[in-house]
């Protein structure tokens, strides 16, 4: 039966929202797993999370900033709610952003204590980020924590299963539900504050725009610092009834396929770069058994399209779209309404607005409001800069058809001004991958003497050429302006942790190859 969303389904505290899925679906119900496979129900979650958040309250303040930074898995999710338990506000940290990127989110943050682990630390090999944040942050490392849980703390966790609304710190919809941080792929992270209600509302959203059954297990391999991952791969089945398994790492694409069969896991998370590698590596019946894939942070190309659909009998792969800002869904495909080359239908509870772009045919700048929108940016000195009337400005240029499904056409700023005309550099891409389906590329734009712009193709293929695009152009009836002359050949094409294209690191490759040519 298909949801109905209600606003006011989402105007509850995450704690209390936790709670209520526990009533529902039942407290022994196991609901939380990773790869140590030792399955926790609702009531061991809410033990877990007080026993630990006690420890945690005692060394930090009411509505305190506290980082995490903790690789996706049981640890991260008991952490999570064990700071909401105590009504202490979890700041995620990215621990793949760099040493820099992570002091100033700290900074911006007023993260005062970043939790950890021992062993995630050693087996990362990340003592550098605790050496960069240790002096400004006192570094606590969850295993020590964990050693000092005593007699008192047991009981408090045993009453707390029992009688946990009596024992939780009240918290309101509106009060600080997490610190994220943006992904930096077109500049310097931003700080981003999401209220509780809005992670609730986000939840509850999808779970009116996709009908889903508390049977599934959710399979999660994206970082909790990440948008996507926090809230499709820990919220919404928690919320929602479905086991979330979470995965510490994206990147072993050998391991997650046999491990997706294993566990019976019925929706994926995932990018596209990520999908494609486990494809490749996948057994015929590894992915075979999924409900479906969603896809976000990135396009999906058609030879991802094409490779599920071939190998694993039609799994659909559902590509959506978001922001950090939004929660972060703001529009996703349909199992039985899928649309290639869209991002899908808006969720219910969104508002839109597309305004025209100078210079951009066939669409226009893209906002949005609703209950998932954030409650702002940290400014300086932490104060709040909430979106103006509630509309965030996604930055991106995108075309919307009359029942609601959106195209992205590319970001504002990922358009270049060649000879007067307005080129996507988003579009230019598609050439490229259309050529060269099994590559990488991404396209910048460099100053051009004589036409203002010019474009830089960056690609992990050794045989591109710009023959090959112009002629694919010319096949297509894409405008010759769209194909880039200049061709950047590298081992490969640098991306985020979460998966997507790094072009700050791009656009400082290419302009330090035009210097040196």
């Known amino acids: 039966m298909p949801v109905v969303f209600k606003v006011e389904d989402g105007r509850k505290a995450l704690f209390d929202a936790l709670l209520d899925a526990r009533d529902r679906y039942g407290a022994n119900k196991a609901i939380l797993e990773d790869q140590d496979r030792n399955p926790l129900s609702y009531t061991d979650l809410v033990r877990a999370s007080f026993a630990l958040g006690r420890k945690i309250a005692a060394m930090t303040r009411p509505g305190e900033n506290v980082g995490v930074l903790l690789p996706s898995g049981s640890a991260a999710v008991v952490t999570f709610f064990a700071l909401h338990a105590f009504g202490r506000v979890p700041t995620m940290l990215n621990f793949t952003a760099g040493l820099r990127n992570l002091k100033a989110a700290c900074q911006i943050a007023g993260v005062k204590r970043v939790l950890t682990a021992h062993k995630f630390i050693e087996l990362g090999k990340l003592h550098d980020i605790v050496d960069a944040l240790e002096g400004p942050c006192a570094i606590t490392y969850l295993e020590d924590v964990r050693a000092t849980i005593g007699v008192g703390d047991k009981l408090l966790a045993a009453v707390a299963g ?193 305004e025209p772009v100078e210079g951009i045919d066939g669409g226009g700048r893209f906002f949005v409001r609703g209950p998932n929108i954030m409650a702002g940016y940290l400014g300086e000195g932490g104060v709040l800069e909430p979106p103006v009337d509630g509309w965030h400005d996604t930055g991106d240029v995108v075309s919307m058809t009359i029942d609601g499904w959106i195209s992205i056409k590319g970001r504002v700023k990922r358009f270049a001004k060649i000879g007067g005309e307005m080129v996507s550099l988003t579009a230019a891409e598609d050439i490229a991958a259309a050529v060269w389906p099994d590559g990488r590329h991404a396209v910048i734009s460099l100053p051009d003497k004589k036409k203002g712009e010019r474009l830089v193709l960056v690609t992990d ?30 081992p490969q094409v640098p991306v985020l942790g979460t998966g997507k294209t790094d072009y700050v690191a791009i656009q400082r490759m290419a302009e330090t190859e035009a210097r040196a040519a």
Request: proline share 9%; hydrophobic share 45%; net charge neutral.
């Open 162 to 354: 029992v009688f946990p609304r009596r024992l939780r710190v009240p918290a309101k919809p509106d009060d600080p539900g997490v610190v994220l941080f943006t992904s930096g792929s077109f500049g310097a992270p931003r700080g981003v504050v999401l209220t509780q209600a809005n992670l609730v509302s986000n939840a509850e959203q999808i779970a009116a725009h996709i009908e889903l059954d508390p049977d599934w297990v959710m399979f999660n391999p994206l970082p909790v610092f990440h948008c996507f991952g926090l809230t499709g791969g820990v919220i919404l089945p928690l919320l929602k009834g479905m086991k979330a398994f979470q995965y510490p790492s994206p990147l072993h694409t050998k391991q997650i396929p046999p491990l997706i069969k294993d566990v019976g896991a019925s929706v994926l998370f995932a990018t596209d770069t990520f999908l494609n590698h486990y494809a490749r590596a996948a057994e015929s019946d590894e992915l075979s058994g999924l409900q479906f894939i969603v896809c976000g942070a990135e396009k999906v190309r058609e030879e991802t399209h094409n490779l599920i659909a071939d190998l694993f009998g039609g799994v659909p792969v559902l590509e959506g779209y978001g922001a950090t800002e939004a929660s972060p869904v703001i529009a996703v495909n349909l199992p039985d309404d899928n649309r290639r080359g869209t991002v899908g239908k808006i969720l219910p509870g969104v508002e839109v607005r597309i």
């Open 461 to 490: 293929r050794p045989d591109a050429a710009v023959a090959a695009m112009v002629a694919h152009a010319q096949s297509v009836g894409a405008p010759e302006l769209s194909v880039p002359r200049k061709i950047l050949k590298v």
